[in-house]
Structures are given as C-alpha cells and as structure tokens.
C-alpha cells in the first residue's frame, strides 16, 4: 500500500514538474512546439501514474528493461519449509507460509437422500464461513498417476526384449523358449496399450491457508497455528479427520505438471499420434 | 469504486484540469487546439483505464508482443489470458475462469424455500459435472470473515443513498426502468442486512476456477486451454454462475495465490474490483 501510495506520488510530481516547466518557460527559450512536447510527456507520466495503481509491478520492470520478454522474478516461485509440512513464499520483507490441509470426505450425491444432500450442502455453507482469516477451500480433478507403473511395464518390456534378442542370437536356443518370451513381451505390451488407452482421474478437497512472519520459521508457525484452529472446525462440521499433507505430496496442489503426470500423458500423446497416423 | 481509486482518479484527473486552465500558455492558432486534443486524449484514457483496464492493458502487451516471467519457469502470455511451464518440451498451459456463486444468490433476491431447493440439487449438480469433465481443474473459494458492525454501517449507508435516489426519482418524475431498478438495489441491500439481523456471519467470498491444458507446442496448449475453459463454461453454468475468463493482473494474481494467499480481507479486496 505504502509503495503504491510513493510511486503514484511520484510519477505525479514528475507529471507536474513536465507541466510547470512547459507553461512557465518563456518562448524565446522553448518553441510552443517544444511546449506541447512537454505537455504530451506530462500527460503519458500522468496515466502512467494513475495506472500505477495496479500495475507498478509491470511498469516499472517494462520501463528499465525495455525488453518483449519482462522479467518480474527470476527465483523460484516457491520453496518448501525444512519442517516439508508447508511452502514458502517470499514477498519483500516479509515470508508467507502455506499450509495445505486435505479434506477427506467420500460421499457421492447419488446415494444420498434429500435431506441428507440438504444437510451436506449447509456443511459446506458452514465450512465457508468458517474461518476470520482468508481460507482457500478448493476441489481438484487431477490425472491419477500411472507414471510409476507405466515406468515398471517399460522396464519389463526392455528386459523381455532383451531376452527375446539374446536367445535369437543363440544357435541351440529352442523354438518354444523364444515362442514363449515373444509372448511375454506381447502380454507387456497389451497391458501398457490397456493402461495408457484412458486417463483416469481422481477428485480431492483440501484447504490451504498462510500466515506470514519476518523470519521462515515465524511465518510457518503462524499458518500452522492457523491451520490447526481451521482443522479442528473441519473436523467438528464433518465429522471427519482432516490433514496437513507433507512432503512431495504438496506439488499435487502447487505445480501444474503434477496436475498432468508427465509419462502418463506422454504415453497417451503417443498413442493419439499413433491413432492418428492409422 | 472504492475510497483509494477514487483518490488516485481525482488526483490524475486534477492534474489534466489545472493544465486546461493553463492553455493560454501554449500561443494562439493550432497550438491550442492541439494542446486540447492531448489533454482531452489523457482524460479519455485515465478513464477508459479506470474502467476497463483489463481489456486496455492485455491489449497493448498483446499488440507490442510482451510477455512477463512472474517466477522461475513460468511466463505469462502477451495476451495475458494464461500462464505457461515448459517441462521437458511439453507446455502447461493454465487458465482461470471467474465463478461467483454468492454475488449471484444476492442479485436474485432469492427467497428461503428457492434457496432450500437449490442447496438439494448443488451436490448432485456438481456430481454430474464431474463425471463430465475428462480434463484437470480446480474450483476455488476463498472466504473470509467480515466485521459484523462495519458491514452493517455500510449496508445502512448505501440503503440510505438508495431511499435518497428514490425520493430524489419520485420527485423528478424518473421513469419506470429507473424506478424499478433502485427498488431491486434496495431489495438487495434489505436481503443483506436481513440476513446478518438473522444471526447469519457476514463473508467475503471470491471463487474462480482454474484449469491446465497440456500440449506438445505452445499452440497445441493454448488451443486444449481455450476448448477446456469453454467446456468449463458450459459445465458449471448449470449453477447460474458468471463465468467470465480472467486476463491481465488478476491472472497475475491469482497465479501468485498457488503459492501465497492474502493474510488479510483488505489486501484480498483490493486486489479484485472489476472481475471478481
């Protein structure tokens, strides 16, 4: 607020200083053209100044730089805290910690009665309304995560074909030995076609809060308190035992490529491309 | 608007005032004329600014070919409707969609029993949503608590305006349309005060949907996003929400809230004003 509040005054005075010399110097120093010039100038720092208001994160970088790519930070948008039970952030002066709490409710709509989809939906009024502070509550579809398992099918799809290569080459190798591991590797390939024919989702709750602090471990220990004052009411609406998720596990609701699992969208490109090119 | 843009717009536009009143500076002949043109340009564009900033500002990065980096990894477009990471040569692409449910709930003045209703049908409603959408995306809502008392004052405030408008309309001789629209305004803001009269605690809410798209190109991601949000947009309106796409600095914004929210009302507030 304060930055806001020098930099519109800033760029204001300067608009006025354009202003004041363009009326004030006589003629015979600076042509009525040279004036408007000025005057031009004065007005551009003027809107410049008024739009200073929400984008002084953007003009400012966009004046010295002077480049079509602006770079507004170079670091790392986050980090996570050595405690891994939430994310730092960086603003200024100031750290800001996230805390992300999981949500485990697994009801669907379609087996409930009325009243009992009436009541679900004034828990969820409730669980809004719950907190003073600013509270995200979130529901995310994401793709499950086949990478790993489509990662093992690979590597028994190599080793199968390994084998199958190093029995060729054999001269007393039997028929049915290699009959046999031509099989294996087909059963592989099925499995892995099967596997990366459809994505499969998953749908999750959570809710995440931050606190902020001078020091890292003074903004975790606020969200922490936080988050655990917003637990206890979670818990007391649903009946339910909510979580603060840990570790790599928190990429699920930070990262955008956790969103999509790399080799399991790979496979299904590939597969497209392949369907495609039929 | 709100006391701070009020404050920024007064004094910009002050400023272009005094320079109107010092035109006898600039000669006579063309000089003046042109003088004028500038200024009257200068307060053309403060208020196009003030009103629609989000479609001024994308539009010049857009037609200068500026795109932002806001953290490692990450860029913004020059047309600042999506936010991209490259990983490994495969481009996400993530977009944001506003989704108001409570500032349409206000509007419509709706009574109890429609609201009885519509709270039965929600969870079935966004069960069959979901079962629809084969793509990522997350809804958000971010609540907070308000000062009971200040949000009364200022409900008591804008109905007194509003009763002023009417006697002030009634007077004039105004015509139905405007009649009929003060009355709603005021409904609503009756609605409000009712509702905290009735012990119900006073939120701010703001709700937006998020959604990734993936691609082998940044075409091929940008094309998957644009097919997704309108999917989105077909998807959750059977809630009767606003669904408008976000661009511009509540973009940049929302894109900061992945990995800090705001820790205080004020500081979320002042962030949405034309979108939210």
């Given amino acids: 607020m304060a930055n806001k509040i020098v930099n519109f005054l800033g760029l204001l005075m300067v608009s006025a200083m354009l202003l004041i010399i363009s009326v004030v110097l006589p003629v015979s120093i600076m042509p009525y053209f040279a004036k408007l010039i000025l005057l031009l100038l004065a007005v551009i720092v003027d809107i410049l100044a008024f739009s200073s208001r929400y984008y002084a994160y953007l003009l400012m970088p966009i004046l010295k730089q ?31 910690a996230t805390v992300y709490i999981s949500i485990p409710l697994y009801l669907s709509a379609t087996e409930m009665p009325d009243e009992q989809k009436l009541e679900f939906s004034r828990q969820v009024s409730r669980l809004v309304g719950i907190a003073r502070d600013p509270v995200r509550f979130t529901s995310q579809m994401y793709v499950m995560n086949k990478d790993s398992y489509i990662q093992q099918l690979r590597d028994a799809i190599n080793l199968s074909e390994n084998e199958e290569a190093e029995l060729e080459q054999k001269p007393d190798a039997s028929k049915d030995a290699i009959e046999r591991v031509k099989g294996k590797t087909a059963m592989w390939r099925n499995l892995l076609d099967s596997i990366s024919k459809d994505l499969s989702f998953e749908l999750i709750s959570y809710a995440s809060v931050s606190g902020v602090g001078s020091k890292e471990y003074e903004a975790v220990s606020v969200a922490q308190q936080k988050a655990r004052e917003l637990m206890s009411g979670i818990g007391s609406i649903f009946g339910i035992t909510p979580s603060i998720i840990t570790g790599m596990q928190l990429k699920k609701f930070i990262e955008p490529d956790s969103l999509i699992p790399f080799s399991t969208v790979t496979e299904q490109i590939n597969k497209n491309l392949e369907e495609e090119v039929i | 608007m709100d006391e701070e843009g009020a404050i920024f717009l007064i004094f910009s536009l002050m400023l272009i005032l005094i320079a109107f009143s010092l035109l006898s500076s600039f000669g006579k002949g063309i000089y003046p004329i042109i003088a004028v043109l500038i200024l009257v340009l200068g307060v053309v564009m403060i208020l196009a600014l003030n009103w629609a900033d989000f479609i001024i500002m994308p539009g010049i990065t857009s037609m200068l070919g500026i795109t932002f980096q806001p953290a490692n990894n990450y860029y ?5 409707d999506a936010v991209v990471k490259n990983v490994s040569g495969l481009f996400y692409a993530t977009g944001y969609v506003t989704a108001n449910i409570f500032g349409y709930l206000f509007k419509e003045e709706s009574a109890p029993e429609e609201d009885e209703e519509r709270l039965m049908l929600a969870p079935e409603s966004y069960e069959r949503l979901v079962m629809n959408i084969d793509f990522p995306y997350k809804f958000h809502v971010i609540s907070s608590g308000m000062d009971i008392q200040n949000v009364r004052d200022e409900l008591e405030g ?118 939210s």
Wanted: glycine letters at 2%; proline letters at 1%; charged letters at 25%.
């Fill in chain 2, 158 to 275: 804008k109905r007194s305006y509003q009763e002023f408008e009417m006697s002030r309309a009634l007077q004039g001789n105004a015509n139905e349309v405007t009649i009929t629209d003060i009355q709603r305004k005021m409904n609503v803001v009756q609605a409000k005060i009712d509702r905290i009269s009735k012990g119900e605690k006073p939120i701010a809410t703001l709700m937006y949907i998020e959604t990734t798209a993936i691609g082998v190109s940044e075409k091929a991601a940008f094309d998957a996003l644009e097919e997704q949000v309108k999917r989105l947009q077909v998807a959750f309106s059977a809630f009767d929400l606003e669904l408008r796409r976000i661009v511009g600095r509540e973009l940049y914004t929302l894109f900061q809230f992945n990995f800090a929210l705001p820790v205080s009302f004020a500081e979320e507030a002042s962030q949405f004003n034309q979108q």
């Fill in chain 2, 76 to 80: 913004i477009t020059k047309r600042q």
């Fill in chain 1, 66 to 96: 002077r480049s079509r790519h602006i770079i507004l930070s170079k670091e790392d948008a986050y980090w996570m805290a050595t405690s891994a039970d939430s994310i730092l952030h960086r603003n200024n002066e100031d750290y800001i």
